[in-house]
């Protein structure tokens, strides 16, 4: 199995407050990604990184950040967190050329805004 | 825009059958085609990654297969066991909106195998 740690694994905060997501990863692989996914719509995009300092948005950005200043570490983080982004979310790599990587997937991080 | 579809939603069958499951998208200039399978409470797992240049891969008893010109893959199951139960999703790989990074996924297929 892919090294890909996310955390928390679970967490239930109130609307208005911040929230960062951590995935970690041990196989020293240059893509990451972080996607939601919710009944109905399947997994969406949120962001992705392509190396250090280097993001870009995906499909549903608005409402979130992400930062990756270490390879092995890229954080999601919602700054004001509501309702509709109560959700799962999951963290991916690729260790290869964007158009020919296979996917690795962390367990998920469960999200509940109140 | 690309769009993915899995169809059917829900499938039931009995142990020992040989199944498949149909994925379906509507462009088809596709880098590659990959096949997870999700246990409920849990990530994806990878199963099959077909490159656009593939007609198919193999591992144990799954088979998939990519034609791109009829925008279709399918995943083939031999011999299914309670163990398969999950749901099972494609995602396929476009130059979507200009960048590469971009995997479209379908919203999968339920299979249960009944003992």
């Known amino acids: 199995d892919a090294g890909i740690t996310q955390s928390p694994r679970h967490k239930v905060t109130e609307t208005g407050t911040p929230v960062t997501l951590r995935c970690h990863q041990t196989?020293?692989?240059?893509?990451m990604y972080w996607y939601r996914q919710d009944p109905g719509h399947g997994l969406r995009l949120i962001h992705y990184?392509?190396?250090?300092?280097?993001?870009d948005k995906g499909e549903v950005s608005d409402g979130y950040s992400v930062s990756r200043s270490k390879t092995e570490d890229f954080l999601l983080t919602l700054e004001s967190a509501t309702s509709s982004q109560t959700s799962v979310y999951f963290c991916?790599?690729?260790?290869?050329?964007?158009?020919?990587?296979?996917?690795?997937f962390g367990e998920g991080s469960r999200l509940t805004v109140l | 825009k690309q769009e993915v579809t899995q169809i059917p939603a829900a499938l039931s069958v009995p142990e020992g059958e040989n199944l498949v499951l149909n994925c379906s998208f509507t462009?088809?200039?596709?880098?590659?085609l990959q096949w997870f399978r999700q246990d409920p409470g849990k990530g994806l797992t990878s199963l099959l990654l077909?490159?656009?240049?593939?007609r198919e891969q193999t591992s144990g008893r799954l088979n998939a297969s990519l034609d791109k010109s009829s925008g279709r893959s399918t995943l083939y199951i031999a011999a299914s066991q309670p163990g398969d139960s999950a749901t099972y999703l494609c995602?396929?790989?476009?130059?979507?909106?200009?960048?590469?990074?971009?995997?479209?996924f379908g919203t999968g297929t339920l299979l249960a195998v009944q003992p």
């Open positions: 196989e020293n692989h240059r893509y």
């Open positions: 077909i490159q656009s240049s593939q």
């Open positions: 991916a790599i690729s260790p290869l050329a964007a158009s020919t990587g296979e996917l690795f």
């Open positions: 990184s392509y190396g250090v300092k280097d993001t």
């Open positions: 995602a396929v790989r476009t130059n979507y909106g200009g960048a590469t990074n971009k995997l479209i």
């Open positions: 462009d088809s200039a596709i880098y590659n």
